[in-house]
């Protein structure tokens, strides 16, 4: 069994970690508390990996005091996704105190970055509306397929634990309950995350996120206009050839997901259509903004730095 | 006090429609029993109007017998809202018996057609769906605002009421509750319909249906790319005009509407939003679906038709 | 018009006292702020009565002022509804700084102490749960037909709103959604004011309340062993006679109340059952939390202290 | 790996079972259709045990000819729990067609009835409400710790997969959510079952059925008047004994259980207090209806008689 950390046990992020790592076999999580000095707690637990479940301020500190006493470090918050630390700046409304860290920062999305991922020690993993928007459209990103100048859109649904788990005015349960809004229209802080990784322009690009009255879950619709006519088989070979049978993304041939059939798993499963032309493609793509969202992606990336099998501890 | 007819108690828009004529002060509502001879009906009880809140199977039959009596028709079904027979029968799966009252019906969405409606014998009330998407999209396309090649975007989500009250696997409360799902992706009925009165052609409409885990309403986030660059106040300027203090549609200057807030309510609230380049426009739209997406609208009609003040009834 | 303040507008209680109110038509709310001095807004406003929608601890300070400056006080904390200055300090951890007003506080239940309400000054607006507790076993307490040594047992459940608008962890949607609980078991500070509502002790009364995942509602199921065997009849009869036709407590012939059915109402309805001996009583009671429970019922109270219709404003 | 076959995995419990079937490790479940003959079927497959996971009716013939065919047989419906077939036909309002069966069948509460169970034939799986009711009334029931003519009082609330997955007006979502109902007051028909296997007598025992907004879960509430004071240890030491630790069923020493933290486990939760004169107990126990209240139950029970580990595939 080898020794991994974890700071932010509090928070829904922090917590589904703990379960997924009771079950996962080969790795025994250590809890890191708040007040502890990171450099000790790396040395005095020998951990060799460090999660940050925590938010971007936390981590921008907690990162490098891991990674100098020696730990990998897999981080959950926003704190080094982005490339371009004036990004950031702007984006989080804070200067990026560790800039000398994100050349290496990994971005963690496995089924992209894989490779990268196995010799990183340091892993940004996604969030979890950028996980469910990449995986739905990065085939036809990385195949030039898409037509930008009609525009990209995405429109994001999630359940209310993505909010956390501080009470607030607008997670109380009176106020979700029986209710339903759109919100950060056209300026939700994990868009640059979401075009960096697809390779597209702010300007091409609209997000819309919504708060379903639900626990758990993101569902993504998505709508591209394609610079050729293509047919459905194309469509579904290409996302074949980049998500194999046997990974975390399901690409399904009939039948949209909804969020309950992916509660508690690590899966990420994606319906294509296309419109009679063949020059429109709409894709739903659905997570558990929990597991592939947060927590089982970090695991996934662990499973990978650590050299696990890429599925242990994961459904 | 005028004598109106109901047929179709049993489901959740006759229901609607019994309780906001239970507090009209000007309609005397009669319940027409399924078994009864319109006809019959209409002459015993002198109904001025009939309301048919049946399938549109029932509709087609109900309508004319009505008319022939004598009675105005407010028909909630979707019999008479398409103006071409080949395309109704193309997406109702049915040869349509009474296409000789398709000139003469009208498309009752009072904010558009408010003249047509007060003149009519017959008026076909919009789907709950189509209420919100063409209220939300209206004054861009009479405008000829939008830039039809990048395709308008309609991306929508309804609460479970809208799948009516007859129990089905799909409406069970275990298959619902903390759930989400898109349906109809690209092929819902209701797209030719919303087609016809924005004017657009289906090869640049891309409706996506989706269910929420909520009894009651409908939001519509839209994505319309724009022929020149708009500001803000220009947009605004635009709406309001078309939609005027005072009326049922009501734009928003600041806040994204949410479903809660409408329920029990005839209003339509527009939330708009442009990026940076001012030229593309993101609507989201609300309704309760049971009002102003069915009894409420038809009420509105009835006011129009019989000479009742237009907000009578409707809160 | 006759012109009434309000107190503490921001929590649920005091938003619906304010939609309730604006219904009414024949009194004028004014909105009393936290900070203005209670005595001058009396005066400045000529408020005839004022609602305390306050904490009982606001209550305790602001009921004095208003009833020196000349306003009625119909206030829907704790604080003036045991009579027992002691119990008080027992159940709310505080002393009572205005013991001199209890003897003449009424307390407001309209249907048990309407004429004493008709002149009170000063009226202690009953809690929710004792609303539903009090409304389903007045009529067999006051007919003294309950054999207490057999113990009472009231097992309520609440929806969410009945723990105020604050978040905290307890509201959290996470944590209430899609869960259920018992709470505060026979130790709520509810308990003092039902056994002395029903002129029963302590110690025969169990009072278990739970949380529903719902935003409004309460329901109430009691058990009573009683000193002789009763007929369904004879039952029926008690019931009616103290809740005549017409009022806002419905004694049901057949069927159980659910809560949605009530909610928005002041109603209160009550189910009887009887086992096969007729010794032993089953009763279900049903209200909205806010209304029947909170501000509907300190508008009841309102319209017998002010001579209105005892229902205006009321459904 | 050992065979056992399910019959009816169309439904909620049928489905749970091959759920947990799936991940069990030492049993490979078969499917066994409607329309196979069931001796047919244990023979070809050599199924060493059958679960029933079906209506009274259906396994009221399928169970003697499982047995005849040489299986054991997991019973999940009613037909085989009472002992006496015409409290049965009473209940169930059909004779019983197999009484020749009911001596040798055995109740599966396991923890009440292990030893029968290892030795049994034919297990009749205990209703979800019942298993509720039982394990938390059982240690006060076998002690002769009840004072049972004060009347022993159980308010049981269940979430909506206890209804079953055929849609029906009462599971449609629109019924249940934002809703709470009592049923079956005083008449359910798991009443006799639960009086059976407590000892008490019909008349003492008053049982009230709720629906809850929720999929999964039921919790129950208990009242019983002792015969003589107890002290909290005494109670503790109790119910300790006869549940001792490391079983499915778990004695709280601190805060009531809610149905969330049950959700996917085999466990049932007791919180116990008592009253300030001891001589009174209010129990809540806690389970998820699908699992201990029936799949998970059965597979409890196949473990024992299939000689597996007690606690094999269960969590």
């Known amino acids: 069994m080898r020794s991994v950390g974890v700071l932010g046990v509090s928070g829904y992020s922090g917590q589904e970690l ?36 925590t938010p971007h301020e936390v981590s921008l500190e907690a990162a490098p005091a891991a990674l100098k006493a020696g730990a990998k470090v897999v981080d959950l918050s926003g704190a080094f996704r982005l490339k371009d630390p004036a990004v950031f700046a702007h984006w989080y409304g804070m200067p990026h105190t560790a800039p000398e860290l994100l050349p290496e920062a990994v971005y963690g999305l496995t089924e992209l970055n894989g490779e990268a991922v196995r010799g990183a020690r340091l892993v940004a993993n996604p969030g979890c509306y950028p996980t469910s928007v990449i995986c739905g459209l990065h085939p036809l990103a990385c195949a030039g397929a898409i037509d930008t100048s009609a525009g990209v859109i995405c429109d994001s649904k999630s359940g209310v634990s993505g909010a956390g788990h501080r009470p607030s005015p607008g997670t109380h349960f009176v106020e979700v309950h029986e209710n339903f809004k759109a919100y950060a229209v056209l300026r939700h802080k994990h868009v640059p995350e979401m075009v960096q990784a697809l390779g597209l322009s702010l300007g091409d690009f609209f997000f819309t996120a ?13 709508y591209a206009k394609l610079r050729r006519p293509w047919t459905r088989e194309e469509l579904l070979a290409l996302y074949r050839r980049l998500y194999p049978d046997g990974g975390f993304i399901r690409v399904r041939e009939n039948g ?7 509660q508690g798993t690590n899966y990420c499963d994606i319906y294509l259509t296309l419109d009679e032309s063949g020059t429109r493609a709409v894709i739903v793509s659905c997570i558990d903004n929990l ?10 990336n662990m499973n990978l730095m650590l050299g696990f099998t890429p599925n242990q501890g994961l459904v």
């Open 210 to 222: 919504h708060l379903l009255p639900i626990t758990r879950g993101i569902l993504s619709t998505m």
């Open 291 to 300: 597991v592939k969202g947060a927590a089982g992606q970090a695991l996934q």
């Open 256 to 262: 949209t997901p909804n969020v309950r059939e992916l």
């Open 18 to 53: 703990m379960r997924l790592l009771a079950g996962h076999g080969g790795a025994r999580p250590v809890v890191v508390e708040k007040e502890t000095a990171i450099g000790e707690a790396v040395r005095r637990d020998a951990l060799e990996l460090l999660f940050l479940a």
